[in-house]
């Protein structure tokens, strides 16, 4: 036992050890043990969560819902614009960025705009805090866990190794798409008299899914020698399988039915 909780202990010191110094003394980057936390208290939400709301009535969250959702889209611009003009200013490279690991103020700016990405990920999960609050559990799929959950631990590896660089092009184009994503769920909340402007969903999910498109060929073609490239591949293969059958489900499957 002694000896396993070394082996633990040597695997968590050389995870802090060589971690971007610069980004070290941020909120939750450390060390993984914090955002390991989160992700388990976010498992026991999801089971605890539909067990106590069970024999209760939903919450009546609407204001809580406009209010979180413009404000996400709010957060989504400001890290778009920081992606976006930071990466400009740099002087990137869409094909082959590597890291600027200086203190200069515009590769730290790049690195803090990475970490509000991450950390925007951690206020994310506030989503499924409202699914179940609301009693709206067909919306608590597997997609939709695996996403939330996987997001922070991808993100939080992004920051603590790779703030900046070529990573820089999944937090534009996600930025963006949360930006279209977050507008939509807001305009939603505002009531059912909205639907009729809201005939776009389905557009929702396809834009979704060419974000990964995107994404997947952009870091295919810097595969070799990164790790950190091939598990973002294979971290993109597995939502586009997953986006894929949510589209085919939602759309495609209702659309043969009703002929």
Not at 18 to 31: A, F, Q
Request: with cysteine; aromatic share 18%.
């Amino acid at each position: 036992m002694d000896s396993a909780w070394q082996s633990v202990l040597s695997v968590h010191q050389r995870i802090v050890d060589n971690g971007d110094k610069r980004t070290d003394p941020w909120l939750l980057v450390y060390s993984p043990v914090p955002v390991t936390l989160i992700f388990l208290l976010y498992l026991f939400i999801i089971w605890a969560g539909p067990r106590l709301m069970k024999h209760r009535e939903p919450f009546e969250l609407k204001v809580v819902l406009i209010v979180y959702n413009f404000t996400m889209v709010g957060l989504s611009v400001y890290m778009c614009h920081e992606f976006l003009v930071t990466s400009w200013l740099l002087n990137y490279s869409l094909l082959c960025q590597p890291v600027d690991y200086s203190t200069s103020p515009l590769a730290m700016r790049m690195a803090r705009v990475c970490w509000w990405f991450f950390f925007s990920k951690v206020i994310e999960l506030s989503d499924t805090l409202l699914i179940i609050l609301r009693k709206k559990n067909n919306q608590l799929t597997f997609l939709h866990v695996y996403h939330h959950s996987t997001m922070i631990f991808n993100w939080w590896s992004g920051v603590k190794y790779v703030a900046g660089g070529q990573s820089f092009f999944v937090g534009l184009i996600n930025t963006f798409v949360h930006v279209i994503m977050y507008s939509y769920y807001g305009l939603a909340a505002l009531g059912p008299h909205m639907q009729k402007y809201l005939w776009w969903k389905r557009y929702l999910t396809s834009l979704q899914l060419v974000q990964f498109l995107l994404i997947l060929v952009h870091t295919a073609y810097n595969l070799y020698p990164d790790a950190m490239n091939a598990v973002v591949v294979g971290y993109c293969i597995t939502l586009i399988i997953l986006f894929s059958n949510f589209y085919y489900q939602s759309y495609l499957r209702k659309t043969k039915k009703h002929k």
